[in-house]
């Protein structure tokens, strides 16, 4: 059973450019949690998604970010016009059931913003 | 104030030591208590699951609660070479859910043969 899939590892941008990084959950898992972990900081939550929902988004920077789980396909997390301080690891969890902590984690996209 | 206070390290420890690890909250909520493994370059591995307060045992490892001092700790008895990584406390309120997951800053962990 394969584990959370998450590409790319490792994402150059320059700064105004988007970055896309793309989460497959694990298989029979319908829901999807976006963590970022800045250097030297913990994981912090950004968004929870269920196919073709965003139940919680309250982690998320209200401008230039976004995230979609679509029905078909993995879960996306946008950001648009990067800038340096955008420059983190950004990992991606699953779960089978929503009200759940116990939760797999992808080995993370590190994107870093020239 | 953070939420969730944790040493950052870095810890160095011999093999076959006795480790532990502790983290601090403030938010008196928190009833889901984690720790999470992480080494280098990959995810977070759930270790340890408790909920309220208490000890947990498995295995080499055993998860301590204590909810009046706000304070949890995970120690490693006969520690390994292969124990060496990122140990990560997370918590959350209850009926918060994943979503609210709360991680502390992450204890670097070597264990030297």
């Known amino acids: 059973n394969a584990g959370v899939m998450q590409n790319p590892r490792h994402l150059v941008r320059r700064r105004g450019q988007e970055a896309r990084l793309r989460c497959s959950p694990m298989?029979?898992?319908?829901?999807v949690y976006w963590y970022r972990q800045l250097p030297e900081e913990g994981l912090k939550f950004m968004v929870y998604l269920q196919k073709e929902n965003i139940i919680d988004e309250s982690g998320m920077p209200k401008e230039r970010f976004s995230a979609e789980f679509p029905k078909e396909g993995p879960s996306i997390l946008r950001i648009q016009q990067v800038v340096r301080g955008d420059s983190a690891a950004y990992f991606c969890?699953?779960?089978?059931?929503?009200?759940?902590?116990?939760?797999?984690f992808g080995s993370g996209t590190q994107l870093s913003v020239l | 104030q953070k939420e969730v206070e944790q040493d950052p390290g870095p810890l160095s420890v011999p093999e076959g030591a006795i480790v532990s690890l502790n983290c601090t909250y403030s938010?008196?909520?928190?009833?889901?208590f984690m720790w999470y493994r992480q080494y280098s370059r990959k995810g977070p591995e759930l270790l340890m699951y408790t909920y309220s307060s208490g000890n947990k045992e498995d295995g080499r490892f055993t998860a301590q609660v204590d909810k009046s001092s706000k304070y949890i700790s995970l120690f490693i008895r006969d520690s390994q070479p292969s124990d060496s990584a990122t140990y990560l406390c997370a918590m959350s309120a209850l009926d918060q859910g994943a979503q609210k997951l709360v991680f502390g800053q992450g204890t670097r962990l070597t264990i030297n043969p």
């Open positions: 298989k029979g898992h319908s829901h």
């Open positions: 938010n008196s909520a928190f009833q889901y």
């Open positions: 969890a699953s779960s089978p059931r929503d009200r759940t902590e116990k939760l797999f």
